[in-house]
């Protein structure tokens, strides 16, 4: 008898096989002293439970400086977390711009139709009108100073390129055509619905061309927040600064979007083009008109680390009087 309690304390000691591993674990200090054998040996001198207690002491101290390391180092990330962000992912353009991530090709459409027959059409609402698309001067001055200008530049070559066109008629109608003889897929056109509209003229919609364009002239000089009159029939009437914010919505998109592309902007008129222009070359937005462009222009957009030519693109011409 006295020999099964032995036995019985020797496999107390010794601990209990762990369910899951087969490892024998160590008998905790409560079930070596349930044994009276273990009891008595102890007071003999024995010292049987020490090393277990001992033991189960040690891993309770060990567990709790793990946990107070894990506790500590999650302070220190979530600290350093709060204290440096990451930058966002997105941000709005800073003018002037003496770096950007993209090369950017500003286009100016063809003529439309109301451009060739003398009228001011800058209302949104006729963006789509057969009045907004490709005169018959317009669908010329694209095959024979826009396409050449694109492939003297080496624009959407091998690497390809993005075009971005408003969808006002005769812009889109521009892209199209680039899009064909340049070999870029339509999936690589980006149609554009607000951002690359005409300027709004706001009252001085619907004058002869000439007659708007320098009433607008006038008051751009006097303030860049100078708007034209307005109108009654919802046509917008926007300042330079107006056009601006837009135009640096659209390139800020862009930089987010794309990373060492071309990136061809195709507009219907010139002062979309001429202010973001202005604005990336650190030039007063007064003075925009120096940099505008004509129907079918190409230019490179500017950074202000470079002189800049306000003079427009020549380009030789193999047959002078089929140029004219």
Known sequence: MQA??????KISSLGQQHAHTGRRRPATLQQQQRCRPCRGLQEKG????????KSEFEGTLLARRQLLHCIA???V???QQLAQPPPAAAGLAQFPASELKNRYILVRAGESESETQDEMLTNPVWKQSGMAGLSSRGKVQVVRQTLPAMETLGVCGEAGCWIWPSITLNTYQTAEIMAGSLGVGRSRIVPEYSFLDARGVGALDGLRVATAAQ????GDLLDANWRPPKGYDGTPNESAADVLTRMRQLLSICETQY???DVVIVAPDSDTLSILQAAVLGV????HRQLGFRPGEVRVLLLSDKPFDTAPMRLPCPKPPACQ
């Open 4 to 9: 099964k309690r032995l036995n019985h304390c």
């Open 46 to 53: 024995w010292p049987i439970g020490e090393a277990s207690a």
């Open 73 to 75: 180092a999650s302070l």
């Open 77 to 79: 990330l979530v600290q």
């Open 215 to 218: 009433q607008v002239l006038e």
């Open 259 to 261: 990373s060492g592309e």
């Open 284 to 287: 007063d937005l007064r003075q």
